[in-house]
Structures are given as C-alpha cells and as structure tokens.
C-alpha cells in the first residue's frame, strides 16, 4: 500500500493544532506507519526544499521551520499521496479551499500548516529522509474489512 510522507510545521506546533490535523488523516482511514518529534537543521532543509533554494523567500523559510520542532509521520493508504495533497489544499492558506486543512487552519502562504509529498517517488524518498527504517511500522489494523473492500487492497 502508498506511503506518503507529512510534516506538522512549526505553524501547527505553534498554534496548537497538532491533534486537529492529526484527526483529520486519522478519520479519513490514513494508517499512520510512522510519527515522531524531530528539530530540523539548515542540511536537512536545504535537501528537502531543494526545488526552492534559489527563491527569494527560501532564507525565510528555513527559518520559519526551525522555529520549533516538527512531527514527521509516515502515513499509509491506497492512493494515499493524492489523497493527502488534496486533503491539504493550495499552497497559500488564504487560496486554498475552505474543508481542505490549509483552508481551514491557516491564514498565511509560509505558515501553512503541513508539508506533504506531491508523488509517491518523493513521499519515498522523504520517508528515507526522515525516518530510520526501523522508525517505521507494518501492522494489521482492526478497522481493515470496514475501511476497504477487498479487491482495493
Ligand atoms: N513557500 C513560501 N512562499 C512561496 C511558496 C512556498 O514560503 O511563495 C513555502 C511554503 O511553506 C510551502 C513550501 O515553501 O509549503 C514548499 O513550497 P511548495 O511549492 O513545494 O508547496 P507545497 O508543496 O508545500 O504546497
Ligand atoms: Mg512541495
């Protein structure tokens, strides 16, 4: 089954919302293979946001998500990449649709709530990244038969 890979920014930490966000992807019937709490540094960041190092607002970026420390997760589904990104919405809080956690929680193009991968290729790579492989786990859920039909899985 897909994995994909989120931060809960320093804007989540911050602002209290950890367990609303988190109730959101749990409610859907994303499985969370992975969680935990971790301060990022300028190397990590400068890996992960490799596609923006150049953009004027990159310096500000850094420092918004070393504001305080994260909680990586790993969370698991079919499809769950795209499920997840539109869970999320538009980049810019103010832009992105009212129901989608961007629209709902936050107010800023920066401070916008959660990172989440955009293919499975980067939500693996990310998760490599991130986590240990022993930091990440495959277990049987008791919800199983009630979240898919068989022939999804
Ligand atoms: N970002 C920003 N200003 C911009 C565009 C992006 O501060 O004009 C930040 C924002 O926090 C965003 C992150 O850079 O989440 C990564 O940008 P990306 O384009 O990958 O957006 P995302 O995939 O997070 O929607
Ligand atoms: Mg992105």
Redesign the pocket.
């Known amino acids: 089954m897909e994995q994909t890979f989120i931060i809960l920014?320093p804007s989540t930490i911050s602002r209290g919302l950890v367990g609303d966000v988190l109730t959101r992807f749990q409610r859907k019937g994303l499985i969370i293979s992975g969680i935990k709490m971790m301060t990022l540094n300028e190397a990590i960041l400068r890996e992960h946001?490799a596609?923006?190092t150049d953009?004027p607002?990159f310096p500000?970026?850094v420092k918004?998500m070393m504001r305080t420390p994260v909680i990586v997760m790993a969370l698991k589904g079919v499809d769950a990449v795209a499920v997840v990104r539109s869970m999320?919405g538009?980049?810019?809080c103010r832009k992105a649709a009212p129901g989608t956690i961007r629209g709902d929680f936050g107010m800023s193009?920066?401070?916008?709530i959660v990172?989440?991968s955009?293919s499975p290729e980067n939500a693996a790579i990310e998760i490599a990244r991130f986590f240990k492989p022993e930091e990440i786990f495959d277990y049987d859920i008791i919800t199983g038969p009630a979240l898919y039909a068989p022939d999804e899985v």
């Open positions: 920014k946001y596609h923006l953009r607002f500000s970026l918004s999320v538009a980049t810019n193009g920066q401070e916008n990172h989440a955009d």
